[in-house]
């Protein structure tokens, strides 16, 4: 039987087929490519500028490991970057725990300092406190992920500020990102569209800027890159996501890719040029701070407080 070749190097095994571009590849040009593409995509939206100092927001999970390595490897070519690995702790039983541990390792392998923040500490509750009183009181239609996205960006930002960053690097992919334009627009918030993008403004002073270096990279790709470098992560998934509406549209969206090469990439450019059609449509917002927490917010409360308010009657 004669061996396929890697389409790039000519030479090693053809190990992954890359359905949208035709390429057949083997590990080592799978590995450079996937750097490569993290610098395009860095370059192409000036994420990071010679003297940045960048939280990374670590999960534990597959894809926010990748991203630490793939990041510690492009920081060399900027000497004067700072990067530090923040994680936010939600409180979800031995899920988080088991995350936490793999996300403290990944940092000491690679040298990278690591700073946590905690719901418990930030917001007076976990996850887990918020899920039970949801279940108890049977307030509301919101699943617990509704209230963990929201409070997790809130920590985030505090996470950066108490590092100095003055960016947050996450590790969402190309899948994230394309769920994320339909669930907006399945919510009816199209504005949510004009907010996501691949790097954020800054909004105010309190603000670390936002920037996704995978999100022109499938997550089927950040996942085997992390399996191909022998990258430690947390395979078991959280006990809430079962209840995310975000599943069905991974399904969904995976199926038609699967069918239509593209869709993917053709949904997050479809996005990227109806944005400015829908940032000119926003009345500009002056951003202020909350008056209960001293947050950033367009209103009077920020978001993480009117939900908590609402949910144990404060
Ligand atoms: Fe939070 Fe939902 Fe993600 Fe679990 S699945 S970490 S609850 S957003
Ligand atoms: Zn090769
Ligand atoms: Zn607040």
């Known amino acids: 039987m004669t061996t396929v070749v890697c389409s790039i190097c000519k030479r090693r095994e053809v190990f992954f087929f890359r359905p949208y571009s035709g390429e057949k590849i083997c590990k080592g040009c799978f590995t450079k490519s996937i750097e490569n593409k993290v610098r395009a995509t860095i370059a192409k939206y000036h994420m990071l ?21 793939v990041l510690t490897k492009i920081e060399q070519d900027y000497p004067r970057v700072s990067l530090t690995a923040v994680t936010v702790d939600e409180g979800i039983g031995k899920y988080r725990d088991e995350a936490l541990k793999n996300a403290a390792e990944s940092c000491v392998e690679l040298g990278v300092k690591h700073h946590v923040v905690s719901f418990k500490k930030i917001y007076g509750c976990t996850l887990d406190e918020i899920s039970a009183h949801l ?61 996501e993008k691949p790097i954020t403004d800054r909004l105010h002073p309190k603000i670390a800027r936002r920037v996704k270096p995978f999100c022109e990279i499938p997550e089927q790709e950040t996942a085997l890159y992390g399996y191909v470098n022998k990258i430690g992560f947390q395979a078991e998934p959280c006990p809430y996501a079962s209840e995310a509406m975000r ?18 990439f053709a949904l997050f450019k479809s996005a990227a040029r109806i944005r400015p059609a829908i940032e000119n449509m926003q009345t500009k917002e002056e951003t202020t701070e909350c008056t209960k927490c001293g947050e950033p917010t367009s209103g009077h409360t920020c978001r993480a407080c009117e939900m908590l308010q609402q949910l144990f009657d404060l």
């Open 49 to 69: 500028q010679y003297d940045d100092r960048m939280a990374i927001a670590i999960s534990g999970g597959k894809d926010s490991a990748s991203l630490l390595r």
């Open 135 to 195: 279940r108890k009181e049977g307030k509301g239609k919101l699943t617990p992920c509704a209230y963990c996205g929201v409070l997790r960006r809130k920590a985030l930002n505090i996470a950066a500020r108490d590092v100095e960053a003055n960016k947050i690097a996450t590790a969402h992919t190309l899948d994230d990102e394309t769920q994320t334009i339909l669930l907006n627009i399945l919510h009816g918030n199209p504005l949510g569209i004009a907010r």
């Open 247 to 264: 599943n069905p549209i991974r399904v969904f969206l995976n199926r038609i890719e699967d069918k239509h090469t593209g869709t993917k």
